[in-house]
T-cell receptor
Framework: KAGVTQTPRYLIKTRGQQVTLSCSPI?????VSWYQQTPGQGLQFLFE???????NKGNFPGRFSGRQFSNSRSEMNVSTLELGDSALYLC????????????FGPGTRLTVL | GENVEQHPSTLSVQEGDSAVIKCTYSDSASNYFPWYKQELGKRPQLIID?????GEKKDQRIAVTLNKTAKHFSLHITETQPEDSAVYFC??????????FGKGTSLLVTP
């Protein structure tokens, strides 16, 4: 089975712009979670989607949003970018039958200038 | 919400020695505790996990212990090898898919 894929892998934006990141889960996985990784804060949970519905949400401002499509692919959007949004954005997919193991994608490295 | 603290932040051991990383959590409802290994420039990968109905789990050189009363869990790596060098993250959750991570431990195994 192909692993979790994320596009694009690298992105450079300027403050005030918005960005959309994409995640394709492992085939058959219906849960997709998003995390922000920074050197200072580590890995922080953003949100989780299952069957096109947001099931869990972390403590991030409303500028961070996401959605999931019927084929389980997910996108996250960040509006009005700030310098502090520079980070590695990781998505992870899980099979909801059996364990909780989350399989991570390679991440999208976002740099905000 | 859940708060996970992880210690130490850095750990250096000689090849062949054991390494222990400890985590504490705040939410007594947490019931799933995975450990991830992240090598430089790579994605996190699950190395072992434990559920709240189990006190210990072992997989070859890696073991995890859980003390629900004290709300802490630990990762034990025996007979460390240079390829064990990486950043290790613990996590806890009561919802299955919303992982609350510790800040990570950078493990260096020197030959």
């Amino acid at each position: 089975k192909a692993g979790v894929t994320q596009t694009p892998r690298y992105l450079i934006k300027t403050r005030g712009q918005q960005v959309t990141l994409s995640c394709s889960p492992i085939s058959g996985h219906r849960s997709v979670s998003w995390y922000q990784q920074t050197p200072g804060q580590g890995l922080q949970f953003l949100f989780e989607y299952f069957s096109e519905t947001q099931r869990n949400k972390g403590n991030f401002p409303g500028r961070f949003s996401g959605r999931q499509f019927s084929n389980s692919r997910s996108e996250m959007n960040v509006s009005t970018l700030e310098l502090g949004d520079s980070a590695l954005y990781l998505c992870a997919s899980s099979s909801t039958s059996g364990g909780n193991e989350q399989f991570f994608g390679p991440g999208t490295r976002l740099t905000v200038l | 919400g859940e708060n996970v603290e992880q210690h130490p932040s850095t750990l250096s051991v000689q090849e062949g020695d054991s390494a222990v990383i400890k985590c504490t959590y705040s939410d007594s409802a947490s019931n799933y505790f995975p450990w991830y290994k992240q090598e430089l420039g790579k994605r996190p990968q699950l190395i072992i996990d434990i559920r709240s109905n189990v006190g210990e789990k072992k997989d070859q050189r890696i073991a995890v212990t859980l003390n629900k009363t004290a709300k802490h869990f630990s990762l034990h790596i025996t007979e460390t090898q240079p390829e064990d060098s990486a950043v290790y993250f613990c996590a806890a959750t009561n919802s299955g898919y919303a992982l609350n991570f510790g800040k990570g431990t950078s493990l260096l195994v020197t030959p």
